[in-house]
């Protein structure tokens, strides 16, 4: 049997290189009749629970971001292993989706080329 692939996050079975920043969200879908009655009481009837994860990497070089972005759009629903708050030191595998992507500039010069931020948010599908 295969070592399982082990990393701070992994990305269709892929280990990516560790964010500076990670931030697990975790919202509630509720159905269309939900909403507060005229008595006030408010009626949540929650569909599912699912994440979005906020992701960034620091002064990363133009290979170091090509890289970290063709992890993440190589697929139109990739699958992600990562740590969840919700469940302690045990990774979830969970099938999520690419945001829009923001990457500010920094330094472009010869020898001297680094992006200030790579940045982008996924959502689980």
């Known amino acids: 049997m295969a070592d399982p692939v082990t990393g701070f996050l992994i990305v269709d079975g ?3 290189q560790t ?13 269309p009749d939900s909403g ?3 008595d006030g009481l408010m009626h949540k009837n929650t569909l599912c629970t699912k994440r979005t994860i906020s ?3 620091n002064n990363p070089s133009p290979t170091e971001a090509a890289a970290i ?13 990562y740590y969840d708050p919700q469940y ?6 969970k099938t999520f989706y690419l945001g829009d992507r923001e990457s500010p500039m920094k330094q472009w010069f010869v020898g001297g080329r680094r992006w200030e931020q ?3 948010n996924i959502i689980e599908r």
Do not use: C, H, K
């Open 55 to 57: 992701l960034a990497w």
């Open 19 to 31: 964010p500076s920043s990670f931030s697990v969200g975790i919202y509630d879908e509720s159905l």
């Open 118 to 120: 790579l940045s982008f």
């Open 69 to 81: 972005l063709s992890a993440f759009m190589a697929n139109e629903y990739f699958e992600v292993t």
């Open 88 to 93: 302690g030191e045990t990774q979830q595998t």
């Open 36 to 38: 507060r009655t005229l």
């Open 14 to 16: 892929a280990v990516v």
